[in-house]
């Protein structure tokens, strides 16, 4: 028994010992398929919606696949442009609504949130699992579509060709809509949990920076999401009753859709980054072992980005005929929300700094991000100066731009939290030695992929083409042949993870050293989380402090009985 | 236990009698036919008057947490965001770059 | 500079690119020497700094106000260079010469009219006097799709919609043919949408008005005619003459082969099937092809350009 | 005290550790929900206030086909029900159960009425031809994009409508529980979270009503 001093209020906490192997964990403490699919666990529902995203990474990783061997020559080799048209819808649609959106927040945010902050599970555990539930719903008309007539719009489903086309646009559309009420849902879970659940003691500066990531993702998931579904919304009206809001040819206007579409989807591209950054603050303190430089600079920096990345959203529509008054602001913003993304770069090198660097498979990752989102980045702000942005909007420039930020940031990141927190979540360690070579392979394959894609672009290669004029063609070819590369590395990947199910080491509860709660718990954690409601006296990455440290909590039992326990938390969270 | 506040009668009683005879004032500002762009303006005004009306008091805003009252403006806010910088582009398609030359 | 510019972007063509290029490097450099900065930081650290043993310890540091304002600070100024850079040459992107010779653009799913002031029209392709600014007034035909018209040698782009005009303007400063894209995407033709600026030194295209001025269309044979109609009406955007299958059917061959239809029948292409499917397209659907052939060619085409076409079609055995 | 405690906790999640947390989570989670209804229905509004600064003289016309008496009235019957759905909250956290359950069912059977009324003023429009979009043939406004109004019109009514109804289900289904005893001062949060929607409900169309009907 250990007392934290208290102005007045003492509170009694005591050490506990991590359980190492504790015989019932969240895995096994209830068995059969309903046990899983009517959960409320969040472990549970993070890791189904694991499965359910890297189900649709390789499907639109496949789709990929198909639309370089097209490309790898001007004519046609494998498709017509129709079915070009419509797989590259498909797989820009499933890679960003199927895939990458819920990505970092459903998977990984679902499982770690709750335990980071000390709780025993999200505000809403129901409203969690229908979330998941909706989001099964629209993935299902996302595929219906699939089934019936494959839409050929492009991800962005730009007016008047989306109400013009005879492809199954309201089955797809109508699949997006309801997988926006899960993001919805997820985001308000969150935020309600960071603000009403935080484990005594933990304050607001106490927060893992993965938290603080996903807490301003979660606000512009609440915040922007609704106009993307009312834009649906009113886009299936305007192919069904023609109410002409959006239909140039019923007296309505395209380039108000467009400010409607990238109302949203601009900041969904921070929903995308965002966590990411989240993610990488967690990886690179702990593989230096080190304190967080400027933990409030990239706290802080992760609200800024969702704030200025909500006024920034016309860039999109720099030659779509809008005024040339909002061309000329949308640009001026959008320069500034590089200035908080390179805050948060120059901190994670300050962290490295004088650190004890461990370059585990993680922290690979970690570097491949910070070396290829900085690419990423700087080609958005090369995309933003208008003058410029005139020459390479619509061309592979911007394709290549955004497969920097979304595959070699946001995937890069995910992949790192994935063997980072692949331990915690199954209980057992993968392959180092393959972990390593797979990344290599991925690094390679990712910039022979894309590099080219850049020169093409400024060269003037306009996406969405499926035959391209000769010039283009080493430039393709290098591209293809970088796609298959990433192909392999993505074969090797799945392939060690799924042995170290079977044959992997036992993981340890703290693998890492790491010192946020996550790693306070058995890997796979309890059922509920905790033996102990944890109480937090140290900040998330006080390495200079002995671990025990970080293993205080009070007795579940004792806390429940309690007639004051409302008093105490909000004591010990002001003067723990 | 903030949270719990119970409204008085009496408050819940007025704020409806206000919201109604603001609800006459604006037919009655209607009728009086003012020149365009005041209309909306004195319209706006009053909605919004109202809106607060429910919102602090039927809704509880004005007992509750404040971070609550937060949230709500935070939504007006960045609805003015929408609004504001899309209309940016929709009443200044004409006016050309030289809008940007004196 | 010049091995770079070659490298990276199409040659400048026209009297803005050269100061679009400029800003292009002048980004691309410092965007290097920061990417080179981070990278030797993130390698130099890892082997430094690398751990050394499991006990290793770190110092506290938690931050250092000097350097949180340096980073602010340095990328605030470099951002608000590259926006002053980039909105003055906008600037002038947007504000075509008072003595600008105009040119009507008609976009349509798929292919491209223009019309010059002397009433020339051309399709897929445009000629231009060099050194003669040039200003594009722009639209899509009446309930098409948006498109956008790209000249990548002239640093040139703008969309292009069914129910407003928009504007761009260029001058071209040498003679030569330059391709042009479609880069907003449009459908099934929309990587078949390219043309070719022509830009002629201004004899060359004296005489060439001259010349166009000059012909008579009624007395074309009607096959000629036909080749005329089949790009100025954008059928080349979905019908190949080679025998490749684009958005629709080939018209090699076409003409007395047996067609299948959506509903089960069949039929023989001959002069009336022919009629029939370019004035009614949506009554019989060839088997394997969308229903999307534009119902519009009763109304945009005489009846000897329809002649003409089926004669141009015939020709093609 | 312990008696009201343990009453509390009956109703208290086992991951919340009061009924304190419990209560002013579901609060907070409510009010971000309606935060997206302002996004939601925003969207419509800003199609409203673009399309209004292009056209002016079509708002002004078109507002004329519009029943200023059906819209006041409506506005007046909304409030109305908001004060009793108001009254049920109190009711219920003074432990008054039949209050409760009386001004739940005032409170729907005014949200009926207004759903009647506007019932009327859709069919009377049908009639003369004022259908959304597509299907719009009247004659009586002569503007090219009159039947614009009238989508804009018909979408932003039509989805205050659908939350109408809605919040009528959630009525019920109140009604219901609270017939069996289900809320009191210990526990009434579902009473509580469905006022705020119910609110938000009105607030939509104190707007509504001066910017469709009361244009001149
Ligand atoms: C994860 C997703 C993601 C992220 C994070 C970003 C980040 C950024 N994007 Fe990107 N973008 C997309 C996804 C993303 N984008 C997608 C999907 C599209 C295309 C959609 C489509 O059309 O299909 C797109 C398109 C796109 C365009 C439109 C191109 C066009 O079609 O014409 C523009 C234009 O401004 C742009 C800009 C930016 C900017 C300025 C950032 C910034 O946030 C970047 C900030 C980061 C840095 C700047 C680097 C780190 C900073 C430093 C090292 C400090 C030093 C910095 C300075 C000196 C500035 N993006
Ligand atoms: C998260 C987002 C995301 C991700 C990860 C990717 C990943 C990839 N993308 Fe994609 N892409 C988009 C989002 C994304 N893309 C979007 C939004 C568009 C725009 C669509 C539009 O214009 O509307 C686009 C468009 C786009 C284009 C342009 C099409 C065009 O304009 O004509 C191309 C072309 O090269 C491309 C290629 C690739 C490749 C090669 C990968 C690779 O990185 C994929 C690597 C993954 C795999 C290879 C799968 C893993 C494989 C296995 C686990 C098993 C191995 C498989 C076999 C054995 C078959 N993408
Ligand atoms: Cu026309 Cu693309
Ligand atoms: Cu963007």
Redesign the interface.
């Known amino acids: 028994m250990s007392a934290a001093a208290t102005n007045g209020n003492t509170l009694k906490v005591r050490y506990f010992d991590i359980d190492e192997n504790p015989p019932k964990n969240y895995l096994n403490a209830e068995s059969g398929l309903k046990s899983w699919l009517f959960t409320v666990d969040h472990k549970r529902i993070g890791l189904m919606y694991l499965a359910s995203i890297a189900l649709f990474f390789f499907v639109g990783g496949v789709l990929a696949l198909v639309l370089r061997t097209e490309l790898f020559t001007p004519a046609e080799n494998l498709m017509n442009a129709e079915t070009y048209n419509r797989i590259f819808t498909l797989h820009g649609a499933i890679m960003v609504f199927l895939f990458i959106i819920p990505s970092i927040p459903a998977a990984l945010g679902n499982f770690l949130l709750p335990i980071m902050l000390g709780a025993k599970d999200v505000a809403f555990p129901r409203l969690n699992l229908a979330s998941f539930w909706i989001y099964s719903i629209g993935a299902l008309f996302t595929l219906a579509s699939l089934a019936v007539n494959p839409i050929d719009t492009g991800w962005t489903f730009y007016t008047p060709y989306s109400v013009q086309t005879g492809s199954a646009v309201i089955l797809m559309t109508f699949g997006v809509f309801i997988m926006g009420f899960s993001s919805i849902l997820t985001g308000m879970n969150f935020i309600v949990t960071v603000h009403k659940m935080r484990a005594p003691g933990m304050t607001w500066g106490r927060l893992p920076l993965f938290i603080w990531a996903m807490y301003a993702t979660s606000v512009i998931q609440v915040l922007a999401t609704p106009v993307l579904a009312i834009t649906l919304a009113l886009l299936i009206m305007e192919r069904t009753l023609g109410i002409g809001i959006f239909d140039p040819a019923l007296g309505g206007d395209p380039v108000l859709y467009q400010h409607f579409f990238w109302f949203y989807s601009h900041p969904a591209v921070y929903i995308m980054i965002v966590p990411a950054f989240g993610v990488i603050s967690e990886l690179i303190g702990t593989f230096s072992r080190k304190t967080v430089f400027g933990y409030w600079a990239i706290a802080m920096s992760s609200l800024a980005i969702a704030f200025i990345g909500s006024l920034v959203w016309g860039h999109h529509m720099f030659v779509s005929g809008q005024s040339e008054l909002s061309t000329v602001v949308f640009s001026f913003l959008t320069f500034f929300v590089g200035i908080p993304t390179g805050i948060k770069i120059f901190n994670w090198l300050a962290t490295m700094h004088k650190g004890s660097i461990d370059m585990k498979t993680p922290m690979l990752y970690a570097c491949i991000f910070l070396f290829l989102f900085t690419i990423g980045g700087v080609t958005g702000i090369m995309l933003g100066a208008i003058s410029v942005n005139v020459q390479l909007h619509d061309t592979y420039y911007v394709v290549a731009h955004f497969h920097y930020v979304m595959m070699g940031g946001t995937v890069m990141a995910f992949l790192g939290g994935l063997h980072f927190w692949w331990p915690k979540m199954t209980g057992k360690m993968y392959s180092e030695f393959w972990g390593r070579i797979s990344a290599v392979i991925i690094f390679i394959g990712f910039n022979l992929t894309f590099l080219p894609q850049f020169i093409m672009g400024s060269q003037g290669m306009p996406r969405r083409y499926y035959s391209y004029i000769e010039q283009f063609q080493t430039m393709h070819q290098l591209s293809t042949i970088g796609s298959y590369v990433l192909g392999i590395g993505f074969v090797i990947i799945a392939v060690y993870l799924a042995h170290s199910l079977w044959k992997g080491e036992k993981a340890t509860s703290n693998p890492w050293g790491a010192r946020t709660l996550d790693w306070m718990t058995s890997s796979p954690p309890l059922q509920h989380n905790f033996n102990y409601q944890p109480v937090v006296t140290n900040g998330a990455y006080d390495y200079h402090k002995p671990i025990s440290d970080f293993t205080l909590g009070i007795s579940d039992d004792v806390y429940h009985g309690n007639d004051h326990e409302g008093d105490i938390r909000k004591q010990s969270a002001e003067t723990v | 236990m903030s949270a719990h506040h119970i409204i008085p009668l009496k408050t819940l009683l007025s704020t409806t009698f206000a919201l109604v005879v603001l609800t006459v004032v604006t037919v009655a500002v209607f009728y009086l036919n003012i020149p365009a762009p005041f209309d909306v303006v004195v319209a706006l005004l009053l909605a919004s008057f109202k809106a607060t009306l429910v919102a602090m008091f039927f809704m509880g805003l004005y007992y509750d947490e404040k971070f609550n009252t937060v949230v709500l403006v935070f939504s007006l806010l960045f609805f003015l965001v929408f609004v504001g910088i899309t209309l940016l582009d929709t009443n200044f398609r004409d006016a050309g770059i030289n809008v940007w030359i004196p | 500079m010049e091995y770079l510019t070659n490298f990276f972007l199409p040659s400048a063509e026209s009297t803005y690119a050269a100061n679009v290029d400029a800003l292009f490097h002048f980004i691309n450099i410092v965007s290097l020497i920061l990417l080179v900065g981070i990278t030797i930081a993130i390698v130099y650290f890892s082997i430094k700094y690398r751990r050394k043993s499991q006990e290793d310890t770190t110092p506290l540091i938690t931050h250092n106000t000097t350097l949180e304002v340096t980073w602010t600070v340095i990328p605030l100024i470099l951002i608000l260079i590259v926006f002053g850079w980039g909105f003055n040459d906008y600037v002038e992107m947007r504000t075509p010469p008072a003595n600008s010779y105009e040119v009507y653009v008609e976009s349509f799913s798929f292919g491209w009219n223009f019309e010059h002031p002397n009433g020339i029209r051309e399709a897929n392709q445009l000629t231009v006097p060099v050194a003669q600014p040039v200003r594009l007034i722009m639209r899509s035909r009446d309930g098409d799709v948006l498109h956008s018209f790209f000249v990548p040698q002239f640093r040139l782009k703008q969309d292009l919609m069914p129910n407003r005009y928009t504007y761009a303007w260029f001058e071209a400063i040498r003679p030569g043919e330059f391709v042009y894209f479609c880069t907003e995407y449009c459908g099934g033709g929309h990587s078949m949408m390219n043309g070719i600026v022509r830009v002629k030194t201004q004899e060359d295209f004296d005489s060439w008005t001259e010349e166009e001025l000059g012909r008579d269309l009624d007395a074309l044979p009607l096959a000629e005619l036909g080749r005329l109609v089949y790009t100025s009406a954008g059928c080349q955007g979905c019908h190949s003459l080679d025998g490749a299958s684009r958005v629709g059917p080939t018209f090699a061959g076409l003409y007395m082969r047996e067609r299948q239809f959506t509903d089960g029948s069949t039929r023989i292409a001959d002069e009336a099937y022919l009629i029939e499917s370019i004035v009614e397209p949506q009554v019989l659907v060839n088997v394997g092809y969308p229903n999307n052939m534009p119902n519009i060619y009763a109304q945009t085409l005489s009846e000897r350009e329809i002649l003409g076409l089926v004669e141009f079609i015939k020709e093609l055995q | ?2 008696q009201a ?1 343990s009453l509390e906790n009956a109703h208290v ?6 009924s ?2 419990q ?7 409510m ?17 409203y ?3 209004r ?2 056209n ?1 003289e079509l708002f002004t016309m078109a507002a004329t086909e519009l029943s ?1 008496v059906l819209g ?1 009235i409506n ?2 019957v909304l ?2 029900s ?2 009793t ?3 049920a909250i ?1 009711a219920a ?2 432990n008054n159960q039949k209050m409760i359950v009386n001004y739940l069912l005032v409170t729907i059977v005014l949200a009926t009425v207004f759903l009647v009324i506007k019932y009327f003023e859709y069919t009377a429009k049908f009639e003369v031809g004022i259908l ?4 719009y043939t009247f004659e009586g406004i002569d503007h ?2 009159a ?2 109004f009238f ?2 019109y ?2 932003m009514t039509g989805l205050h409508g659908i939350h109408v109804i809605i919040g009528i289900g959630l009525m019920i289904w109140l009604v219901v529980k609270a017939r069996a005893g289900a809320y009191s ?1 210990a526990y009434y949060t579902p009473v509580e979270i469905t ?2 929607y119910w ?2 409900v ?2 939509i169309w ?2 509504l ?3 469709m009907y ?3």
């Open positions: 005290m312990a405690q999640q086992h991951h919340f550790r009061s304190d947390q209560f002013s989570s579901s609060k907070l989670g009010w971000l929900f309606l935060f997206t209804e302002v996004m939601f229905f925003g969207g419509l509004f800003v199609a206030i673009i399309y600064a292009w002016p200023t006041g506005t007046v409030i109305g908001s004060l759905c108001a009254l109190r956290q003074t959304p979009g597509g299907m090219p994009k039947s614009v989508s804009i018909y979408m001062s006022g705020l609110h938000l009105d607030i104190i707007f009503f001066p910017l009361l244009i001149d």
